[in-house]
C-alpha cells in the first residue's frame, strides 16, 4: 500500500454473513466465527437460517435470539457469506426441503455478496448449482485426516501454506476432478490423491468452494465416530487422526495453522477488493 493510500484508508466492519445448515448450530457458530474472527480486521457476523426450515436439535431460544432468516436479510449486501455443509448428502439436491430456497441464495449472493465460501455440502451445491458438476456417493465414508497437495502457490487464498498439508475430511460423497476440470472456469487449489479435489476457486461468481473441513476443533471428528459407534452404524477409526489410529488416545490437531491461514487469507482478500460503499456490491 502506498504511504498515499495508507493516510486517507477509511475503514469500515466487514459485514460477514454464515448460513448455517449444520444441526449443531452453536458448535458450527462458533468454530467459523473462531477463523473468521482471529484478523485485526473489525467484522459484523449475521447469522441466518432457512426461513421455512425448523432446527429440531437447537432451542428455539437461541435462534430466535441470534439468527436472523434469509427472508429477511435479503434486501442487505455483504461483503462475504459462508454457506456451511450439512448432513443430508445422500439426498439428491432437488429433494432437499429447502432446495427452492437455497438455489434463491446461491442466486442471490450473485448481486449482494462480494465474496462467497461454500464448505462440504454447502460447497457441493454452489458447484451443482452454477456449473452442473455432481456429487457421486462414496462406497465407504471418506473419515479421517488426509494429506492433501498445494496446486497453486501464487493463489492469494494460499498465502502461506506448506507444500503439503493434513485436512480433516468427513463425507460420503465427492466431486470428481475430471468433471471439475471440465467445466468452464474453475480451478482447483488443494487436491488430494486419496480423497480428490478439496479447494476450488470459481472467479466468475466470486466464489470459492471447499469440501472438507479446516473449522473442525480438535474432538469433532471423535464426536462424530463416537456417536456412530454408540448407534451401532458400521464406521472406520478416522484414518491418521488417533495417535496410532488408537481411539483409546486423545487426537491431534496438526490443521488449526492452515485453517486460520485459510480463512484469514479470505478476509484479506475480501478486505482488499470490495468496495466501500455496501451499495456497489454486485453492481
Not at 7 to 28: A, F, H, V
Not at 207 to 224: C, M, P, Q, S, V
Not at 256 to 271: A, D, P
Request: with cysteine; net charge negative; aromatic share 10%.
Amino acid at each position: 500500500m502506498s504511504r498515499g493510500d495508507a493516510n486517507k484508508q477509511d475503514i469500515r466492519p466487514l459485514q460477514i454473513g454464515l448460513l448455517n445448515l449444520m444441526p449443531k448450530k452453536i458448535q458450527t457458530e462458533t468454530q467459523f466465527a473462531r477463523l473468521i474472527g482471529a484478523t485485526p480486521l473489525q467484522l459484523d457476523l449475521t447469522l441466518i437460517r432457512m426461513s421455512e426450515h425448523k432446527s429440531k436439535t437447537t432451542s428455539v431460544d437461541h435462534m430466535e435470539s441470534f439468527y436472523t432468516s434469509f427472508q429477511e436479510i435479503k434486501h442487505r449486501k455483504f461483503d462475504g457469506l459462508i454457506i456451511t455443509g450439512a448432513p443430508i448428502e445422500h439426498l439428491p439436491f432437488e429433494d432437499v426441503t429447502y432446495w427452492d430456497e437455497l438455489k434463491e441464495v446461491m442466486d442471490w449472493t450473485q448481486t449482494n455478496v462480494h465474496s462467497t465460501f461454500g464448505v462440504c455440502w454447502g460447497g457441493m451445491a454452489m458447484i451443482y448449482h452454477f456449473h452442473g458438476v455432481d456429487k457421486h456417493m462414496l462406497d465407504a465414508k471418506s473419515f479421517g485426516c488426509f494429506r492433501h497437495q498445494v496446486l497453486d502457490h501464487s493463489s492469494p487464498y494460499l498465502r502461506g501454506f506448506s507444500d503439503d498439508l493434513v485436512i480433516p475430511v468427513s463425507r460420503w460423497t465427492e466431486n470428481k476432478q475430471a468433471e471439475i476440470e471440465a467445466a468452464s472456469g474453475l480451478d482447483i487449489l488443494i487436491s488430494s490423491a486419496e480423497t480428490g479435489p478439496c479447494l476450488v476457486k470459481d472467479p466468475s461468481h466470486r466464489a470459492l468452494y471447499i469440501f472438507n473441513h479446516f473449522e473442525y476443533d480438535r474432538g469433532t471428528l471423535k464426536e462424530e465416530y463416537d456417536r456412530d459407534v454408540a448407534k451401532g452404524t458400521l464406521i472406520n477409526v478416522p484414518c491418521n487422526y488417533y495417535p496410532n489410529d488408537d481411539p483409546s488416545k486423545p487426537p491431534l490437531n496438526r490443521w488449526r495453522g492452515h485453517g486460520h491461514l485459510l480463512y484469514g487469507n479470505w478476509i484479506n482478500e475480501i478486505y482488499q477488493t470490495t468496495p466501500y460503499d455496501l451499495s456497489e456490491i454486485g453492481s
